[in-house]
């Protein structure tokens, strides 16, 4: 018996550790594209550049930031990679668009 529980313990713990960083990844997800879109409106109210990426990178620390104007849009892609249990590193991206003017 304690030859099987030596086998199958390490597989339980890896199994273990990619869930609870999967559960991470999405929730740094969540973040990501709520920041996205706060970071959207603030564009769209004519707020400066310097500004929104503040918000996004105050939200999720560590998180790129890249805006452009689509017609009567303003759009922000927000966008981090994550390690998931320290093994393997996932691309979020998040994308947000505003109507310009605020309104």
């Given at each position: ?23 991470g990844a999405a929730a740094r997800q969540v ?73």
């Amino acid at each position: 018996m304690a030859a099987e529980l030596a086998l199958a313990l390490p597989a339980v713990v890896l199994t273990l550790l990619l869930g609870a960083g999967a559960l991470g990844a999405a929730a740094r997800q969540v973040s990501l594209q709520d920041a996205a879109a706060d970071a959207a409106r603030l564009l769209a109210r004519g707020e400066q550049t310097a500004a929104a990426a503040g918000r996004v990178t105050a939200a999720v620390p560590g998180a790129g930031f890249a805006s452009r104007a689509d017609g009567d849009l303003v759009c922000v892609t927000a966008s981090l990679d994550v390690a998931v249990g320290g093994l393997i590193s996932l691309p979020l991206r998040a994308s947000s668009c505003a109507l310009d003017g605020g309104l």
